[in-house]
T-cell receptor, first 109, second 116 residues
């Protein structure tokens, strides 16, 4: 079963706008991770937020974590065409990392 | 940064052929490697966890005899799809970590397997 569930499943926005993706998970976690996947490629780790953190920034990325609601969000500010990709949240479970279904983000020129 | 190389990137072969996919960690020692399968526009489905020098741990529903995994060294794991059939066509991705804590995984670029 999946540990993370992202929404929306797909998102199209104009270049320059902000994109927000949400993730909900089921069990307690030590950290939550966000990855990006360009079409036909492997995944690239973007950011990890620990369970005792509420917000974390990395460049144009901002991740929040609400452990009481078992949810996280990824915000990409000032989107660019190169941000077009699928974004997955992932949460550790036992010795594995379980990925959500992902959000397909499309940046319109 | 940590680099994982996966080879080949694309395979097209006839039904009944066995196909081997390699996953190498180029600049770190990978105590654990993971093999995933991904269908179009779907998430990654974990197939098995591979630890150097020991047998792989397969997820429920994954056939051990169908998907042979070998992790002979700290930098190489292989996945062999035996007697592949069209339903085995998929995108296979490996990842590696340097320890078994819940640190980020480093992914290969995937292998697109097409069985005719």
């Amino acid at each position: 079963s999946q540990q993370g569930e992202e929404d929306p499943q797909a998102l199209s926005i104009q270049e320059g706008e902000n994109a927000t993706m949400n993730c909900s998970y089921k069990t307690s976690i030590n950290n939550l991770q966000w990855y990006r996947q360009n079409s036909g490629r492997g995944l690239v780790h973007l950011i990890l937020i620990r369970s005792n953190e509420r917000e974390k920034h990395s460049g144009r990325l901002r991740v929040t974590l609400d452990t009481s609601k078992k949810s996280s969000s990824l915000l990409i500010t000032a989107s660019r065409a190169a941000d077009t990709a699928s974004y997955f949240c992932a949460a550790p479970r036992d010795d594995k990392i379980i990925f959500g279904k992902g959000t397909r983000l499309h940046i319109l020129p | 940064g940590a680099v994982v190389s996966q080879h080949p990137s694309r395979v097209i072969c006839k039904s009944g052929t066995s196909v081997k996919i390699e996953c190498r960690s180029l600049d770190f020692q990978a105590t654990t490697m993971f093999w995933y399968r991904q269908f179009p526009k779907q998430s990654l489905m974990l197939m098995a966890t591979s630890n150097e020098g020991s047998k792989a741990t397969y997820e429920q529903g994954v056939e051990k005899d169908k998907f042979l995994i070998n992790h002979a060294s700290l930098t190489l794991s292989t996945l062999t799809v035996t007697s592949a059939h069209p339903e085995d066509s998929s995108f296979y991705i490996c990842s590696a970590v340097s320890d078994r804590s819940s640190k980020p995984q480093h992914f290969g670029d995937g292998t697109r397997l097409s069985i005719l």
